[in-house]
């Protein structure tokens, strides 16, 4: 009784079918335009709609990559894993109400912070070569997710490694104002005052 519809439902997610085997179809040189010209206009969507924010993160992401993969990666996985889950329920009865808000979840978190993180990766790169600037790095972040559209772990990897970095650093960003992070709300110790 359990047994056809949930293998049913997780082909498209192994990989057997669906969209991983159309993106596999695809000439690899196709890919890599496809996969460039989405993250520039992902990228320019992105910081330009969120211009403070976006840019914040990008510089948050360069001054500690670590930091912000360490917070990421759990992140990344977590909302991941729910809208692999919210497909996954989509054809149940109960999927309508939950799986369709865990999907768009997935589908609009997941993309802007892969550009944000793509975008720090171009920068970094870029800097190395004395062009430390935003649009610089859109292009150049662009330019890496093309090359990695060559191959499909080199896809999966870099993706993940950027999706990682940009939701670290914008969940830094995001939750980072409620402390001391001006210098205005610093305060000397009375024993330390002159």
Do not use: H
């Not at 335009?33 to 969507?45: D, N, R």
């Amino acid at each position: 009784m359990v047994g056809p519809p949930v293998l049913d439902s997780a082909v498209p997610v192994s990989g057997d079918g669906g969209t991983l085997e159309t993106y596999r179809s695809i000439e690899p040189i196709v890919r890599a335009g496809i996969q460039f010209a989405g993250t520039v206009l992902v990228a320019m969507m992105v910081l330009g709609l969120l211009q403070t924010y976006g840019a914040r993160s990008v510089t948050k992401s360069r001054r500690s990559p670590i930091i912000s993969w360490c917070i990421g990666l759990p992140a990344l996985l977590v909302v991941a894993g729910l809208a692999s889950t919210g497909y996954l329920i989509a054809d149940t009865s109960v999927g309508i109400f939950f799986g369709i808000p865990m999907v768009i979840l997935g589908a609009t978190v997941l993309p802007v912070v892969t550009a944000i993180g793509f975008t720090a990766i171009g920068r970094t790169i870029a800097s190395r070569f004395g062009a430390d600037r935003l649009w610089v790095g859109v292009l150049v972040g662009a330019l890496s997710s093309g090359l990695a559209g060559l191959s499909l772990p080199a896809t999966v990897i870099l993706a993940g490694l950027a999706g990682a970095l940009g939701l670290g650093a914008s969940i830094r960003v995001l939750f980072g104002g409620v402390g001391t992070a001006r210098p205005d709300d610093r305060t000397v110790p009375p024993a330390n005052k002159i």
